[in-house]
């Protein structure tokens, strides 16, 4: 009966621990379960995001063009009244790329995009300004003087419209834009999650690291690394943030690679800061040593 009653207490020893090592074990990949679904969600809401972007931007094209063939029917039609609908199809169509244009900047925050989104609608308004001449010649039945307006003047305003249009509706990215992807899909997650830091450094190797914006147009690089870096005084946020490396590698945008060496280490960081004073506080000493 005693023998049996110390098998149990060694057991219950033995048991206790194991449960702990079980439930933390669990704990470890639930919260690795959560920290990759959470991840994944916010990958998928920038892509979704980039995919009405590209949806709308595809949309304005659309209808841009529709307004050029309807400049074109005032222009062929010998009658008046087909003319003048054609025109009023015209203001109509153009009003609705406006209104499309509205709903890209709406959900569009880089400052390059949102520069080609202006580039394009000026060019719809310079367009109309070329289209309103082409309509007075038209109904006055000047359709030589017209058409010449329209391949000229209204092309011109045409070309920079498709041009911006043609950057925006980029879909398949290069891998520029695949870092810079990855980089936006980090920040956001660092976001989610509640951590600050003095200051979030990334750079694009191969593309502009060394020489910034005088690098010039790198976005057909072949291959671009992603180097990010954060500065902070709470370690323990520092730490957080290394573990949210591997993860974006799994769950991040496609076409990752180099990814190695493991979790990077929080380090403390000595800086080097040359400055310049008056040499009027310097007192100069020279010890002559025999």
Known sequence: MFGLLKNIRILTKISIPAVVIAAVAT????????????????????????????????????????????????????????????????DKISAAVLQTLDQLGGITAAADQRALIETFRTAVGDRRKASASVFELALQHKDAEAFAVSVGEGAKFRKTAMDAVSKLIALNRS???????????????????????ERILSEFVGANATHGHLAGDQSNAPEVQLRFGVRGSDRAAVERFTREIAPLVLNGPPSVTGFAGGRPK??????????????????????LIQ
């Open 27 to 90: 704990g470890i990949v639930a919260y690795s379960t959560h920290s990759l679904g959470m991840l994944a969600q916010t990958t998928d809401s920038v892509v979704t995001r980039e995919a009405r972007r590209v949806e709308l931007a595809l949309d304005a094209e659309a209808l841009f063009n529709s307004a050029a063939v309807s400049e074109k029917n005032v222009i062929l039609f010998q009658e008046e009244e087909p003319k003048r609908q054609n025109i009023a199809n015209y």
């Open 175 to 197: 891998s520029l834009e695949k870092a810079q992807l990855a980089d936006r899909v980090l920040r956001e997650r660092l976001d989610r999650l509640g951590l600050s830091f």
């Open 266 to 287: 929080v380090e403390e960081i000595v800086a080097y800061w040359p400055a310049l004073i008056d040499k009027s506080v310097v007192r100069t000493k020279v010890d």
